[in-house]
């Protein structure tokens, strides 16, 4: 990226998020796009080569979806969506 691009970051940004917190046509294509993204969010499905692991793999990895949020407002699924919806956005997402 240009140095152009860097300093204009932070203010496309901002207009970013303004028009999708304040313009509903904005808020419904971003919101039918992150719909269409995560569908219905990545879902355990092993590959693993004995069969007999497979289920408890999934079931394990799903165990650990519920409660991936450590603060307990959404879960692994959720924060799929809020990480597409900042993509979208903010151009960008980071996940800790």
Known sequence: LGPETT??????RARARHAYANNGLVRNAVDAL????VGAGIRPNSAHPDAALRE???????????????EGR??????????VLA????GEAFLH
């Open 7 to 12: 300093a204009a970051a932070g203010p496309i």
């Open 34 to 37: 992150v719909a269409e993204a």
């Open 56 to 70: 408890p793999i999934d079931s394990a990895v799903a165990e650990a979806l519920a409660r991936l949020d450590a």
């Open 74 to 83: 959404t879960d692994g699924f959720g924060m799929q969506a809020a990480a």
């Open 87 to 90: 993509l979208v956005v903010d």
